[in-house]
């Protein structure tokens, strides 16, 4: 059995942690001692860097309840911007510890537990090599749940091994991953002892903040090494959000996926998992943000603004050459076209056409088109262009994508993957960087050729891993 669960501390960190310690002295132990997702959030991972700053807070903030002014901001969606949870989670004091790959050799035997629940064993490892992981960063910008690139190992996360095999089994961070280096990957090499489907392996992330009432939305990438009749599931707050089977997509190919959801009128936090049934994969890049984030200069996924929509155009362009065309970005909630149509959000970008147009009126038969702002790319380097795209009928047109109008993409409503009409359906559409090139933007057209509505949403241009396919 193999699994990576074995922490060791970092030689080099020696130092930095006995002078956090020091500083930690001055704190009343009537305090106490709570190691909560604030205490993870404040020393989250091997990192030099993060535990000094915490450390330098920590020697700022007394039991007596001094309010100190300088809070890690990785810390605050955890901890909040009051003294008690800080002291709390000062008061333990910091870990900076990294994961060690170990062989794990069963030395006791299971106790009796009914199908598909956490057995009860002991379980004697034996460390192997290791490497330490690259510094920790925390996503998404302007979003609530950190820490789901698994940069930095899988904490805070919490991997809950349900059904035990005979043979190897467990998880991991291993490389590459989709968008950085690393990636959690479940691994289950053997013969369950479940004798059907049933869940192998649940990730729960740590507790976020959440507002009743907003409109938020999760993503996370997939990969599969090959085909299973199995498929990961996730659920946020014990509510279904979204099931990727392996057969899905091409097995040893990344896909990238978002899940909307709306926090409820008693909901104040939330926590996202993802459960493994009869299947092994690599789970990567989970973000939560609210739409609202996606506004602005600034996206909580990628390097392209306003890709929501939900404040207008923002940092596109509109252009419209067909005068018959109504274009622009539209309230879709005011429309039953939209009613099952799955839209991320309220808004979205749509071009309605009230029969065949002129082909005069048009340019090559677009009828509208948006057009992104620059975006600073890196010659080589692959990027994932990702939107969703909506067609009222089978006749109305099609979408086509350009990248300093040069062509790469074109989606059609009788493509299988855009499914039946009048729904939001996805495309994911890897582009690489050429050389010598270092500026990109992104031109999506409505090429129309008889009546009917076309609507675009959730554009995103995310870099990649050199090794996604």
């Not at 064993?121 to 920790?136: D, E, Q, R, V, Y």
């Amino acid at each position: 059995m193999r699994i990576l669960s074995v922490v060791t501390s970092m030689a080099n960190l020696k130092t930095i942690v006995a002078i956090a310690v020091v500083a930690l002295a001055g704190i009343s132990a009537a305090a106490g001692c709570a190691a909560d997702n604030c205490y993870r959030a404040l020393f989250p991972c091997p990192s030099p860097s993060a535990v000094s700053v915490a450390s330098a807070f920590c020697a700022t903030i007394t039991a007596s309840g001094t309010t100190a002014t300088n809070y890690p901001t990785r810390a605050t969606n955890a901890c909040g911007t009051t003294a008690d949870r800080y002291i709390s989670a000062c008061q333990c004091g910091p870990t900076c510890s990294y994961s060690t790959l170990v062989t794990a050799t069963s030395t006791s035997s299971t106790t009796n537990a009914p199908a598909c629940e956490p057995p009860s064993t002991s379980t004697t490892f034996t460390s192997t090599t290791s490497t330490a992981p690259p510094a920790c960063e925390s996503t998404p910008a302007n979003g609530n749940l950190l820490y789901g690139d698994f940069e930095c190992d899988f904490t805070p996360w919490n991997p809950l091994v349900f059904a035990p095999f005979t043979g190897v089994y467990g998880y991991s961070v291993t490389t590459p991953g989709f968008t950085k280096i690393n990636s959690f990957q479940t691994e289950f090499l053997g013969t369950p002892n479940c004798p059907t489907t049933c869940t192998y392996l649940r990730l729960t992330s740590p507790v976020f903040p959440v507002t009743p009432g907003v409109k938020y939305k999760y993503t996370f990438a997939t990969w599969f090494d090959g085909i299973s009749r199995g498929f990961v599931g996730t659920k946020i707050n014990d509510r279904a959000g979204r099931t990727v089977s392996a057969l899905d997509y091409p097995v040893t190919n990344w896909r990238f996926h978002q899940v909307p959801f709306q926090a409820n009128a008693t909901e104040n936090e939330a926590s996202v998992f993802f459960e493994w049934l009869n299947v092994e994969s690599r789970l990567d890049s989970v973000t939560f943000a609210p739409l609202s984030a996606y506004c602005g200069n600034t996206s909580p996924v990628g390097l392209l603004p306003d890709g929501e929509f939900e404040c207008g155009l923002g940092a596109w362009t509109q252009q419209k050459p067909d005068p018959q065309a109504t274009a622009g970005v539209v309230n879709l909630g005011s429309d039953s076209l939209y009613t099952n149509s799955f839209p991320m959000g309220d808004y979205a970008w749509r071009v309605v056409s009230p029969g065949v147009p002129n082909p005069a009126n048009q340019e090559l038969h677009v009828s509208a088109r948006i057009i992104s702002g620059s975006m600073a790319v890196t010659p080589g380097k692959k990027y994932l262009v990702y939107f969703t795209s909506f067609f009222s009928n089978r006749t109305v047109g099609s979408v086509g994508v350009m990248i300093n109008n040069s062509p790469i993409y074109t989606r059609n409503p009788n493509d299988a993957a855009q499914g039946t009409p009048a729904v939001f359906s996805p495309n994911h559409i890897i582009w690489t960087n050429m050389a010598g090139l270092t500026s990109a933007s992104v031109k999506i057209e409505a090429l129309v050729f008889g009546a009917g509505t076309i609507a675009i949403d959730s554009v995103m241009f995310v870099e990649l891993n050199d090794g996604v396919v």
